[in-house]
């Protein structure tokens, strides 16, 4: 790959003059100057004159040139029409000039650069090494060939490292996941170039929505349970998997794969292989003998079933594996012994071989860790700092044999784990019938709620209710995690700083509380979900300050919640319906295009229960229903991804693969750590059900073009050569559109509309060329190449934005 190099507004570095002076000598000149005339082209001039530099001067005789002894010129000398006679050791190009012979390439303008021997001539403009189909051009002088495997970063060749598909899969210091080739490289030489996020309010931009899908006649279309994301086609992209009901029939559901990047249908499972509604599945890589993922489901019939990731063929089952109620299983390596482990509830199934396929062999079974008439949920982590992963359902806590390591399978609930008080060991969060407690997570000591070490005290969810799964993150920007949960009427984040008594470890936190409120609470925002009440959320930083913000659906409209203060930040409020079971909405990197999306579910067939018509009236000012728009006017059903219009939101991971999500259980490609790090250990995490970015998350490319001018004046040719170059931090997938256009003379005019076709890493360039053919002569064409312009379908976000055009200037000059 080929440099940038300035001036970017330039002359060809060859003039096409320098060919007139042998062309001139030739001609039978007057002793008397005569006055030149301005022109413009050669039809100012007179008969026998050309137009050259903007001057009618005498034309050269058009009759047989001499040798410079004075004999006739050999034909095979004979070079312009025979109006130029090539000296010996001089060749005749493109029967156009006389140059210097040459054995090798020649190149540039008019083709007056020979190349050195093993170079070619790339696109007509520039000599470069020679390199293999599989190998990457490389160097500032374009002298070197990368091995294949190897790529081309500023300038020199690099081995790159592990795959990736976020910086948290790189695990030697100072390297990053460049995203464009999925694989570990060292982080960009500075000073780097970034792009950090500037804006107050969330805008929204739908990119796709999944409608629903026919099944044997049937419409299946409502969802009220947490998608999930991973890549289950094996194609790279990820897909949303989630179950899917019929009308308001929950019993009657299908388990739906939808592309995650141009939302269309990829299966559909029925029957036995369906999912419950409420049930929200999982994704993994069980099987590594290839990319796809495969999906674990909790069915209607309450069996545990796994499924390869073409939703058809059924790999392994366990016949009621748990009691009636809806559920949430997971997948984690419970024993780090390299076989991943299905857990649902309280029990858990090994995923291993047999014979020529694959069984659910049973590690254990002790409780379901379902509340009554509720979800079976549970969260997975390393409680007591032992070699093995533990169990908890909130109030209770399993060993990884199924034994019982604290507390009483009678107090479960919803639960999440992080360190709270940063002293190295987990606590395990519960909400649980309208209140939230804190609990050691080794010996299931209260650290708060009634009788807590920390606060003795109720932590009521204001307005009442159920109460949704918590999540965990800082919500204030002091680094410090705190709490959030949903009920009836109301969200709220809980700060264990807005205590009375201080936290031991937390000295640096700050509580910055709404008015009103008491306890352990920061701040409460109204929502509704009278149904329910056990709605989920998830946490996102969109701008990536450090603050995190909230993800919530209630029954009529979807909330972007400001972490510190509860503020509404959605530019404009989202209509989005929903019954409400324990689903949630999440933000993940769907379409893996290195932005951001929130995925949310829906479901119509309760609006006139929970009375979103006359919300949707309110908030929007409509004075009938005619008037609210088609969109949401019934309701809404399926799946939306929603996107920034400017993709301004900080990027994410392109995974999301289970409802008890904590980041560090699963890579980025769907598979399953033997031993993953704790949460709570890594920088930047310590959180629960929170999506995250990796360091660099300002990390910007900066496109940049010079254009090379070549002209072919023998062909009638001139060669616009357009050389884009990462000088930024961060890699651009290809597909950069850049467009060549003659700007002058008028009226512009578009030559040709390019597409990069490698990935620019930084300082990584390609070189790309269109052609304008039969060009008049003695007239000066001006060409501009546009990088990533106005007319781009999909833009690149830069650190410089200004740096995206080069223009320039070429003539082929009249010789009659």
Not at 174 to 194: F, K
Not at 196 to 224: C, S
Not at 737 to 746: G, L, Y
């Amino acid at each position: 790959m080929e440099p940038m190099r300035s001036p970017r507004f330039s002359r060809s570095a060859l003039p096409l003059h320098l060919f007139l002076v042998a062309l001139l000598g030739a001609c039978d000149c007057s002793d008397d100057p005569t006055p030149m005339r301005e022109c413009a082209s050669r039809d100012d001039c007179a008969v026998g004159e050309s137009c050259i530099d903007g001057e009618c001067v005498p034309a050269p005789d058009a009759s047989m040139p001499e040798m410079d002894s004075g004999g006739p010129c050999p034909e095979a000398s004979q070079c312009a029409g025979g109006r130029l006679c090539c000296a010996e050791g001089e060749e005749c190009v493109d029967d156009f000039t006389c140059a210097p012979l040459c054995e090798n390439a020649r190149c540039g303008d008019n083709g007056l650069i020979c190349c050195d021997a093993g170079e070619i001539c790339l696109d007509g403009v520039v000599c470069a090494a020679d390199c293999a189909d599989d190998e990457a051009l490389c160097g500032a002088d374009n002298d070197l060939c990368c091995e294949a495997g190897d790529v081309c970063v500023e300038d020199a060749c690099v081995t790159p490292g592990d795959e990736c598909g976020d910086d948290f899969d790189c695990l030697e210091e100072d390297t990053y996941c460049e995203p464009t080739i999925g694989r570990c490289l060292a982080n960009p030489s500075p000073p780097l170039c970034e792009v950090r996020p500037d804006f107050d309010e969330v805008a929204l931009d739908i990119e796709w929505h999944w409608e629903g899908v026919d099944v044997g006649g049937a419409f299946y279309a409502n969802i009220i349970a947490a998608p999930v994301v991973g890549d289950v086609s094996g194609d790279g992209i990820p897909d949303v998997v989630v179950p899917v009901y019929r009308s308001s029939s929950l019993g009657d559901t299908v388990l739906v794969a939808i592309h995650g990047r141009t939302g269309e249908t990829l299966w559909a499972a029925e029957g036995s292989l369906a999912a419950g509604s409420q049930s929200t599945p999982a994704v993994a890589n069980l099987d590594p003998s290839d990319e796809a993922l495969e999906v674990v489901a909790y069915t209607n019939g309450d069996d545990l079933v796994v499924l390869d990731g073409d939703g058809m063929t059924e790999l392994a089952r366990v016949v009621d594996a748990a009691g009636p109620n809806y559920g949430n299983p997971s997948v984690h390596d419970l024993e780090g012994d390299g076989t991943p482990d299905v857990v649902l509830g309280a029990n858990a199934w090994a995923f291993e071989p047999m014979g020529g396929g694959f069984t659910l062999r049973e590690r254990f079974t002790s409780n379901d860790c379902g509340l009554s008439g509720s979800v079976i949920d549970s969260v997975v982590a390393n409680l007591d700092d032992d070699p093995e992963l533990e169990i908890t359902c909130g109030g209770v806590a399993y060993d990884t044999d199924g034994g019982l390591l604290w507390g009483s399978a009678g107090t479960v609930g919803f639960a999440a784990v992080a360190d709270l008080d940063l002293d190295g060991a987990p606590e395990v969060v519960m909400v649980r019938s309208g209140q939230v407690s804190v609990r050691d997570g080794a010996t299931g000591a209260l650290r708060m709620g009634t009788g807590g070490s920390w606060f003795d005290g109720e932590l009521p969810i204001p307005a009442g209710g159920v109460g949704g799964p918590p999540t965990i993150a800082d919500f204030d920007g002091d680094g410090l995690p705190e709490i959030s949960a949903a009920g009836r009427g109301a969200y709220a984040v809980y700060d264990p700083d807005c205590i009375d008594t201080p936290i031991a470890g937390r000295e640096a936190g700050t509580c910055d509380r709404m008015d009103g409120t008491t306890g352990a609470i920061r701040w409460s925002a109204p929502v509704q979900d009278l149904s329910s009440s056990r709605t989920g959320s998830s946490l996102f930083d969109f701008q990536g300050d450090g603050v995190a913000e909230v993800v919530y659906n209630d029954e009529c409209f979807l909330h972007v919640f400001d972490g510190r203060r509860g503020d509404e930040l959605l530019m404009e409020p989202f209509a989005n319906s929903s019954r409400t079971g324990s689903e949630y909405p999440l933000v993940v990197d769907v379409d893996r295009d290195g932005n951001s999306e929130i995925v949310v579910p829906a479901n119509n067939d309760q609006i006139a229960r929970d009375n979103c018509r006359a919300s949707w009236r309110d908030v929007f000012g409509y004075a009938s229903d005619d008037e609210i728009p088609e969109r949401f006017r019934d309701g809404t059903q399926g799946i939306y991804a929603l996107g920034d219009p400017a993709d301004r939101w900080v990027r994410t991971r392109p995974v999301w693969n289970q409802y008890a999500y904590a980041v560090t259980h699963v890579g980025d490609r769907g598979d399953v750590p033997a031993a993953p790090p704790e949460n709570w250990s890594v920088e930047g995490l310590n959180n629960f059900r929170q999506n995250v970015q990796g360091e660099g998350v300002f990390n910007a490319p900066n496109l940049t073009v010079e254009l090379d001018i070549v002209a072919a004046c023998g062909r009638g040719e001139i060669r616009i050569s357009a050389l884009v170059r990462n000088e930024g931090s961060r890699g651009v997938p290809a597909g950069v559109p850049v467009e060549i256009v003659q700007t002058a003379p008028a009226p512009e005019a578009s030559i040709a509309m390019l597409m990069t076709t490698v990935p620019l890493l930084p300082g990584g360039s390609e070189r790309l060329t269109a052609v304008a053919t039969e060009v008049p002569s003695d007239t000066d064409l001006t060409f501009e190449a546009r990088v990533d312009g106005d007319e781009a379908t999909s833009t690149i976000t830069e650190c410089v934005e200004d740096d995206n055009t080069a223009m320039g200037t070429e003539m082929c000059p009249g010789l009659l």
